[in-house]
């Protein structure tokens, strides 16, 4: 069993900066692609940052320049940096990954952490 835990979320002033952590714990896996989602209230979830587990990154169109996202896989953890935070950006991020065990591959989700965005 492999479980998805974020950190970092908080309440931070327009312009402001955060960092979300999202660490995998358990045994006998690896981990392919990492990403990081958002759900807005009344919108739908949707994808803001991935980074594969060879390093090639691809975010949404809303926040690249402003987010990044990176991985330690000697701790298996990602990382989303946010900078000049928009209260459009105000939602509940998710982790997901890619963990492989054996010969399978399959989807998994954190519990999400809120990040609001407000003056």
């Known amino acids: 069993q492999v479980q998805l835990m974020e950190s970092g979320g908080g309440l931070v002033q327009p312009g402001g900066s955060l960092r979300l952590s999202c660490a995998a714990s358990?045994?006998?896996?690896?981990?392919?692609?990492m990403g990081w989602y958002r759900q807005a209230p009344g919108k739908q979830r949707e994808l803001v940052a991935v980074?594969?587990?060879?390093?090639?990154?691809n975010y949404a169109d809303s926040v690249k320049g402003r987010f990044t996202i990176s991985r330690d896989n000697a701790k298996n953890t990602v990382y989303l940096q946010m900078n000049s935070l928009k209260p459009e950006d105000t939602a509940v991020y998710y982790c997901?990954?890619?963990?492989?065990?054996?010969?399978?591959?399959?989807?998994?989700w954190g519990q999400g952490t809120q990040v609001t965005v407000s003056s």
């Open positions: 997901n990954a890619d963990i492989r065990r054996m010969a399978s591959s399959r989807s998994t």
């Open positions: 980074v594969t587990s060879g390093g090639r990154t």
């Open positions: 358990g045994s006998g896996f690896s981990i392919n692609a």
